[in-house]
Structures are given as C-alpha cells and as structure tokens.
C-alpha cells in the first residue's frame, strides 16, 4: 500500500512538472514573439527606411542631371555634365578633358559657379605664371647679389 502511494505521489508530481514546464513554454513562445516583433521594428526604423529614403534621394538626383549641371562624382571629381546617356554620364573636369562615368557615381550636385570652368582657368593659369616669373627674377637677382658680395 505504501508503495502504491509512493507511485502514485510520483506520477502526480510528475504530471504537475510537465504542466509547469508547458505553462513555462507557453509563456516563453509569447515573449519570444514580442521579442522579434521589437527586432523587425528595430531593422525597419534604423537601417531599412533610412536606406529607401537615400535611394529615392539619389532617383530624384539622377532625373535631375541635365548637360551644364555641376556635380561631384564619388571619387571626390569636381566637374560639369557634358553629356546625359541612359546609364553613364560625361564629365568635363578640364579644359579638353571629359571623363564617362556610370549614373551612380555622381553623389551630389553643387551650386552654380562652384566649378570654375575652363574660362576661368586660363586666367589662373596666367596669374601663376606671372607669380612664377616674378619668383625666378626674384631668385636670380638674390643669386647675382650673393656672387658679388663672394667676388668683391
């Protein structure tokens, strides 16, 4: 009798357990829900509409380039838009020099006037050869004045 008791004490507390463990289980399979549904929230706000909202930035871009727009590429080439094809593009970035990149390099356009076309280098270019000329006379006089000052 004694043993029977002790059998059946262990089945009841045995069939209690199980009931916890499921009850447990129940209660883990809701916060494991709840615990994804905060992780697809998370993706969604910090990393999947930011990304959309860039892309359809940069669409917008794209639609805008037109020939004479001024743009800088993604390798920091700071040049105006010679010519407008479906997928490249032409970039004069010197006077007779045009580069073809694809439509997706072109990270950003920049004001009117920031490049400084092929026009207005010329007149740099003057302006440092002048400098430059002014500096070889200046270092040939000081050498004229150091030889005589050995010499004599």
Do not use: C, W
């Amino acid at each position: 009798m004694l043993r029977t008791l002790l059998l059946s004490l262990a089945v009841v507390s045995t069939t209690v357990a199980n009931a916890q463990d499921a009850a447990a289980q129940q209660g883990g399979m809701t916060s494991t829900l709840i615990m994804l549904a905060v992780m697809g929230l998370f993706f969604y706000f910090m990393i999947i509409r930011p990304n959309k909202k860039r892309q359809t930035e940069h669409q917008n871009l794209m639609n805008e380039l037109k020939k004479g727009s001024e743009v800088i590429t993604s390798a920091g080439i700071i040049g105006k838009v010679a010519e407008v094809a479906e997928s490249y593009i032409s970039v004069e970035i010197a006077n007779n020099v045009v580069i073809k990149l694809q439509r997706q390099a072109i990270i950003s356009m920049v004001p009117k006037g920031t490049y400084k076309g092929t026009a207005d280098n010329t007149q740099g270019n003057k302006k440092a050869k002048k400098e430059e000329n002014i500096t070889e006379t200046t270092a040939e006089k000081t050498e004229v004045a150091e030889t005589k000052e050995n010499n004599g």
